[in-house]
């Protein structure tokens, strides 16, 4: 049995990944099961992050989003039993790679999927859904009458983020970074109330989102990483289509809430002082809370099902590429892991 793993062998340099042969595995513990894994959807790995928690390993797991069926059970496991099919996200601090044919999985990790949900359809959105819930329920409220501004919508994050505050009755508006993303955007149902296309840097996001609110500014945003300097201090040509954060703090109404993805953001004393007057609020979206802390393993459990319940009834549509063979998993895993994949990467077994 083989499962895919990645190897940095130094700090800053690129991560490979290598196939390593798995023995079988033993029996499961007393609150473990023992899944067969359906799909595996594959997300970037944060090295820093791991480094930083203290988990850093030579080799460390890939793949964590699964779905599968349940092959047996601990002696204490209440929640599932043999042939249940179950969907999840395995822990950091996991010592199972998901993109292997048969693993342990806690039992607190798991819910159950829907019968008409798809393997690779609930393996692929279970992130994407977690984020946007973190996001747009409990580090902001998206409800009706909200304005919600979703930057790089087309994004498999986007998607999802934009799809769970329409259906919360948000209005939305969003940015692509290209025409298909334009073009994708416009296609959605219910469509959304703008679309900002920053392809070619000639559009002034701020200006278009204050045009769409009559001035008074979006409620709610929610980026996809945001320029720190001015344009001659950046080099990477996809910041290019990023907003400054200045552009950000603009385009935010009386009482908004940004939500960053960006990990080292810094605001200036005039930055901070533009918030204390709009009484805003800045929160970093980090999806790993719910398993870095396990006090409120009740509700991560209550969102995961949630996820299901709106994957099956239709409200999320999610941006899947082409199922992949298991033994293309290590290129598509080097695509992800440079941010190189436009659409969800989902390996099935």
Known sequence: MKALFGQ??????EMTFVFQERENLPPPGDHEVKVQVRACALSWVDTKLLSEI??????????????G?????????????????????????SEESGLCEVILVHEHYLVQKPEKVCWAAAAGTVRDGLRAYTALHYLAQASPGTTVLVLDGASPFGTIAVQLAQHRGARVICTAHSLEDKQ?????????ARVIDVAHGKIDVAESCLEETGGLGVHIVLDAGVKLYSAEDESASKSQLL???HDIITLLGVGGHWITTEKNLQLDPPDSHSLFLKGATVSFLNDEIWNLS??????YLSILEDIMEKLSSGVFRPQLDEPI???????????????????RQVIQF
């Open 294 to 299: 396990n006090v409120q393993q009740g509700k």
């Open 69 to 93: 069926v349940v092959l047996e059970v601990g002696s204490k496991v209440t929640f599932f039993q043999p042939d249940d099919e179950v969907v999840g996200i395995l822990p950091l601090d």
């Open 243 to 245: 907003p400054h954060k």
């Open 184 to 192: 994708f955007l416009e296609r959605l149902r219910p469509p959304v």
């Open 8 to 13: 940095q062998n130094s700090p800053g340099e």
């Open 325 to 343: 063979p298991l033994y293309e998993a290590k290129v598509s895993m080097e695509i992800v892991q440079k941010n190189q994949a436009r659409k």
């Open 54 to 67: 203290k988990l850093k390993k030579e080799l460390v797991p890939v793949g964590r989003e699964i779905s």
